[in-house]
């Protein structure tokens, strides 16, 4: 996340500063980055050291955020129109549809170790979720705990 960002405004092998607040705002880099008198405590500094994320970032979503500011910037400042939508908009979750959940998983009914995905799904279209041919769920509470 940060690198593209930070790759998107690199000018002449360097960060530029102006370029990125405009684009995220002062408050979202000061939290991201840190400033220049507190460099080291900006988000993106305690997680390329190896620390994780802390109490005070745990309220916000900060990929949304980064997305919304971007997404935001390019249809204001580069296409001077609304093009690119901040939401995902008819989300492909495989290529026959919409996705679906279970509290299960699926294994070959041969035994076989190689599970293509598209097999499945077409085996799943062809005779229902509940009775595919080549394929069964087994159900274990302990794999939905572990998981």
Known sequence: ???????????????????????????????????????????????????????????????????????????????FKSLLQENVVSPQRHPFGNKHGGRCIVKRKDGGNLFPLKDLLDDFNEHGFSSPERYEHVFDNSIAQSY
Do not use: C
């Not at 790759?7 to 840190?34: C, N, S």
């Not at 220049?36 to 990929?63: A, C, M």
């Open 1 to 79: 996340m940060f690198s593209a960002l930070e790759a998107l405004v690199k000018k002449d092998g360097q960060k530029d500063w102006v370029l990125i607040t405009r684009i995220l705002g002062e408050d979202l880099v000061k939290e991201l980055f840190g400033t220049k008198e507190q460099p080291n405590s900006g988000l993106r500094h305690r997680l390329v050291h190896g620390e994780y994320f802390g109490i005070q970032d745990n309220s916000k979503n900060y990929l949304e955020l980064i997305h919304r500011k971007v997404i935001t910037y390019f249809n204001v400042k580069i296409f």
